[in-house]
Nanobody, 119 residues
Framework: QVKLVESGGGLVQPGGSLRLSCSVS????????IGWYRQAPGKAREGLGC????????FYDESVKGRFTISRDDGNNTASLEISHLRTEDTAVYYC????????????WGQGTQVTVSS
């Protein structure tokens, strides 16, 4: 059974940075990708990017290039999303998802973690 557990959300001041983690279990091989998504209040969910576990190749959505960094923690099935220079419009519930490839609708989802950017 595939399971994703997220951690790292919270309240951050504008201009600050934050690191979210997504721990994945249940896959029997490394042939899968972990994606990051967010949904702000009143808006549709948007994809941020994804990382292939087999080779650590990362893809970003054009809208978040530059402030968002996706990486994999060495030696384990955990992916991270670092956000720098946070803005109030980054306030959202952030989700990770996993599937055999990068997907807008991954088969497995984490529970989501709230990120609030406010002074």
């Amino acid at each position: 059974q595939v399971k994703l557990v997220e951690s790292g959300g919270g309240l951050v001041q504008p201009g600050g940075s934050l690191r979210l983690s997504c721990s994945v279990s249940g896959f029997t091989s490394d042939q899968y990708a972990i994606g990051w998504y967010r949904q702000a209040p009143g808006k549709a969910r948007e994809g941020l990017g994804c990382i292939f576990i087999s080779d650590n190749q990362v893809f970003y959505d054009e809208s978040v290039k530059g402030r968002f960094t996706i990486s994999r923690d060495d030696g384990n099935n955990t992916a991270s999303l670092e956000i720098s220079h946070l803005r109030t419009e980054d306030t959202a519930v952030y989700y990770c998802g996993a599937d055999r490839g990068c997907s807008a609708t991954p088969a497995w989802w984490g529970q989501g973690t709230q990120v609030t950017v406010s002074s």
